[in-house]
């Protein structure tokens, strides 16, 4: 049964949860939304609030769902979704139809979606986003992710909500 708990009573590694088991990012409401694999990310405090930071890039779809709705969720899944999480960050929800690929089922949480699948699910209010700037890079190998100049955009999230299954 689905709890709310607060983000400071997560025992789960953050750090292994999204490097290494992956998580969706999702943005949008109802039938209107996308989700897209995300490995990228932070979470903590900042400004007196409890946040969580993530990286998109602009050619992606889910870009203009974040960018144009206030709120967004963070699905994990605990690992065992591996395949499903590779088509969400391979595909592009302009090309397919990824819930279902996926088999996902999505509900309704606040203002934005989540995945009934999902173990946690950290929803989210958007409060400050910055776009990455190359002259900050210290460590010259960061660019090697952005052979393009394709560099993401930094979103803050206010954590609102923690549910747990």
């Known amino acids: 049964m689905a709890k709310e708990i607060s983000i400071r009573e997560l025992k789960s590694n953050f750090v292994k949860m999204l490097s290494e ?64 999480l590779g088509i969400c960050g391979s595909k592009s929800g302009k090309d397919v139809d990824k819930i279902a690929e996926t088999g996902f089922t999505p509900v309704s949480i606040g203002e934005s979606i989540g995945f009934e699948q999902a173990k946690i699910t950290v929803y989210m209010k958007k409060i400050a986003y910055q776009d990455m700037n190359p002259n900050g890079f210290i460590d010259d190998s960061i660019m090697n992710n952005y052979k393009e100049n394709d560099f993401h955009r930094i979103y803050v999230g206010e954590i609102l909500k923690v549910i747990v299954e």
């Open 21 to 84: 088991d992956w998580a969706l990012l999702t943005a949008g409401k109802d039938d209107r939304f996308n989700t897209m694999t995300v490995s990228w990310g932070g979470i903590g405090e900042l400004w007196n609030k409890d946040v969580a930071f993530l990286f998109v890039r602009p050619q992606r779809y889910t870009y203009q769902f974040i960018e144009n709705n206030d709120y967004f969720t963070l699905s994990f899944f605990g690992g065992e979704y591996k395949k499903e």
